[in-house]
């Protein structure tokens, strides 16, 4: 059992003596069901610390933009962070530390184990209540979600409501942590990995030609999905050139044709490619926290995009990502054995 | 949301309708493959001309973005052809490029493009017959596939 | 004019408006309530909280070509406009925070400059309201930003369930026009009626909301605070996402793009999209500086704009309570939290 007090108590042993400049975890919020990011600095505060199936939120995303807010800060505090990281976020933040974005010294992980069976789903849950808000969710203790609703209150079976990456979850606790807490959880029983992809990539050309087609036409390229990935770390992404140089001399013939690998409007063919090249940038990367799904306000099933190159890795390459931070990158590396009879 | 109506058959520049003719757009690496086509042409050897030849230094250096983006233009065909496996004139470059190809091909297949519209071949600088057959056997199947309109911008 | 309409008649409504104009009404489809075109004989219910994509689609496109362009070498330019065409379209159960939305996305795009663009759709669409008996969501605060779950801004019909039926109350012309096209369908309104519509009214104002206390200390708050590190702890979270604007019914920023797709002939459109503060690259320019290249700075902005620069500038609340982009931020971020947090900090 994961005592949430346990990690309480270690955040304050470490916010107190010093060790840490900030304890990034989650605490109780007050705008919806999901508990928000807690960025705790005083060892009182760490007692708002909760750890429950509505903690969502991948915490090595702030790895990210902590860091990068410390390029514009004046003060340099260099002590290290400390994250909460369940199974999924572990390995994100594992993958990082491969790409050297941080060091192993300037993060230090509070893993935790999903013993209960993972995170809710916001869109499960608002299928399950027809759009309604849910104010309240929790395990109870007998394969139920317990949903409280400002109507009322009523119980859904967890695999109806539980993220679909945490039914088909391999590993439900990071393997790369300072601390842990809970017991080592590998499997759990509800459903194989790489469920829903399959069910997408057995459908006929045309019919998965007209599901992304369908998905494609309703986003409207607010990038949220971008923003909460902790692998879209560039400073500049191919979707923006923004940076073009421009200097006086630069003629006006010049600046209309500008490489523009993307437009910027949203139209069916541009969000096409703008969803494609983040998927194949993250080939290998992504570790399936299922972030990117739950922030697109359209809707859009994007984890099938990033698991379906995550399973081509493993079947094709053997290759997890996250699990070892010595490990290369996917596309860095090469095997001799590699398919070839694509290949003319 | 506009809609474009979908061209019923091709029309050229003077809005006369015609034999649909495939554009590729060929990725061809500088030390293989780029002199292998070249060797094709002093040879004289007869191949449709539809594959717009780009040069780069290494299949290698082929990102997914020129793939994506070439098939967002409007091509029809993408070709991605490098020196054989042990060959590649920087060592090692073919062999990223083949597990970095094969990850995106999976991707277009994924997203519901006909997969062979995208191929990649080994061609050699001696291989000029491979290259005009490789190029004859990609515009003939091009041919019955039609246009490409799922990944084209629709402007 | 007001007239009931009792419930089982609604679809008979929408059936005779289809004649002429697109019906949409919100439908739940890939898990949320949002605007749909409403099909020949699909019931239509209005048990949808609030949809997530506000009304503002209808007359502020997420895409909008504004004209097309074509250069033949040598020759001059040729621009074709490309003024919306589209027909007219009915639409139902718009809250009325959308509505009051409505009257502040009026004042951005028709006042001083009317915006053919915008005038087009505007004119052209007819937003049914529907009164909220109960808080449509959690989070929605109409009461402390001067609205009311049953204001009529912007709206042209309002309509009020009642028992078994809807009060109907057409508010502009164009509402009288859509009544009037199924006039067999409705009954007259009678005092008891009236009465019921006050009583629910009345009810619907007294239902408890999230609150701002008081907002002209928000005003004084969010000025005395420009430089307050508050901003950086309230947007900590922030992941610059842009939900909180886009779902906005009352963010209205736009960029404008030449969409280049040949270059000889020189060809391509001119193409206005929506653009959002929330992104880090907003206030970028040319010269590489971001005066506001922290999400403590974005969101101080966003803030302002909705409940100062907006009032200063119009008289008026831009932010109608709608409370979208507290349920949809990934992250928490609440409106009202920091409201709150700047009224208690006015006074310092």
Known sequence: MVAIEDIRARAKELLESGKVRSVLGYRRGTASVLAEPAFVTAPEDTAALVLDATCVENLALYLVNEKKRQKTQRSQDTRPLAVVAKGCDGRAITVLLQENYIKRDEVVILGVSCENGGMIDTHKLSRALRGKAATGAAFDGNGGIKVAFTAGETTVPAAEVLAARCLECTKAYPLVSDYFFGDKIDERSYSPRFTAVSAIAEKSPEERSAFWAGHFERCIRCYACRAVCPMCYCDECVVDSTSFIVNPTTSADEKACRIRWIQRSASPSENAMYHMVRAIHLAGRCTDCGECERVCPVNIPLRLLNTMLEREALEMFEYAPGLDPEQPSLISSFRDGDPNDFIR | ?155 | MEMILKKDRLGEWAAKLRGSAEVFAPVFADDSWNFCKVEPGAELTFDHGNTVRPAKGFVFPQREVLYRFRQESGEAPQLTPTLPADGPAVVFGVRPCDGRAMVRNDKVFTCGFADPYYQARRDRVVFVGLACNAPPSPNCFCLSVGGSPHAGDGLDVLMTELDGRYHVKALTAKGKEIAGIAEALFDKAGAADSSEVEKVHAAARSHPQRSIAAMEKVAEGLKRNFDSPQWDTLAQACIGCGACTYLCPSCHCFDINDEVSSHSPLAGERVRTWDNCQFPEFTMHTSGHNPRNTTGARLRQRICHKLLYFVENHNIQQCTGCGRCISHCPVGIDIVRVANVMEEAAGQ
């Open chain 2, 1 to 155: 949301m506009n809609k474009v109506p979908e061209a019923v058959e091709t029309r050229n520049d003077k809005n006369e309708v015609q034999d649909f003719e495939p554009k590729v757009v060929a990725f061809l690496c500088k030390w293989c493959s780029s002199a292998g086509s070249d060797l094709a042409g002093v040879s004289r050897l007869q191949y449709p001309p539809n594959a717009v030849p780009i040069q780069v230094m290494c299949s290698g250096s082929v990102s997914p973005m020129y793939i994506m983006s070439a098939f967002n233009k409007g091509a029809d065909g993408v070709l991605v052809s490098g020196c054989h496996p042990g060959d590649c004139h920087y060592l090692k470059g073919n062999f990223y490029a083949r597990r970095r190809i094969y990850l995106v091909q999976k991707l277009l297949k994924f997203i519901g493009l006909e997969p062979e519209r995208f191929r990649m071949s080994w061609v050699s600088a001696a291989e000029g017959v491979k290259y005009a057959e490789v190029v004859t056997d990609f515009v003939k199947d091009l041919k019955a596939l039609g246009p490409q309109r799922k990944l084209k911008a629709k402007v």
